[in-house]
């Protein structure tokens, strides 16, 4: 097989206006055939998500730490300590959930987002876990891809010869 090929095999029908497959951040399109250094690309960003979590963690211990050496007192301690908790455990959740379907755009996600930045590490977190599995949103774009797949080939399969040589509807067939 060439590769011209293999990546029209591996890719979608190439050159036929069929679908493409939509990139994923850091992946591209690799996620589809799994090639393209796609392992390594996700081994790559476990480790950086998990590094970058720990690095933000750090971060916030010297926050945490700053507030001990301005002695604010233990309710404002544990309120800020609630609080990153909270919102880390509520970006996990919704940037997990964002793996297996689309934003739907509503006020209560836009209402989220500051929670979520808030809460950035759990989106790390989050991040470094389903790499384990597969690339981040690969599940969902894998079945959306397949289904536009399936849509492309039945309408091309439904279609029949060259439109010119068909019959006119409400009549005989025309002679030359």
Not at 26 to 45: I, K, N, Q, S
Not at 74 to 95: D, L, Y
Not at 110 to 116: N, P, Y
Not at 143 to 149: F, G
Request: overall charge positive.
């Amino acid at each position: 097989m060439s590769d011209q090929t293999e990546n029209s095999t591996a890719h979608g029908p190439a050159g036929t206006g069929g679908p493409e497959p939509e990139p994923i951040r850091f992946f591209g399109t690799t996620w589809v055939g799994h090639d393209g250094g796609y392992g390594l690309r996700r081994a790559g960003l476990a480790a950086g998500s998990l590094i970058t979590a720990f690095a933000a963690a750090m971060v916030l211990r010297f926050a945490y730490q700053g507030l001990a050496i301005a002695e604010v007192g233990s309710f404002v301690n544990v309120i800020v300590v609630v609080m990153f908790a909270v919102c880390s455990a509520i970006a996990f959740r919704k940037t997990w959930e964002s793996f297996s379907r689309r934003p739907d755009g509503s006020p209560a996600e836009d209402s989220l987002r500051s929670l979520k930045m808030i809460g950035f590490i759990g989106s790390l977190i989050a991040y470094f876990l389903r790499c384990f599995f597969e690339a981040p949103g690969e599940k969902l774009r894998r079945a959306e891809y397949e289904t536009a797949l399936k849509q492309y080939e039945k309408r091309r399969s439904t279609r029949s010869g060259n439109p010119a040589g068909r019959r006119p509807k409400g009549g005989r067939p025309k002679r030359s």
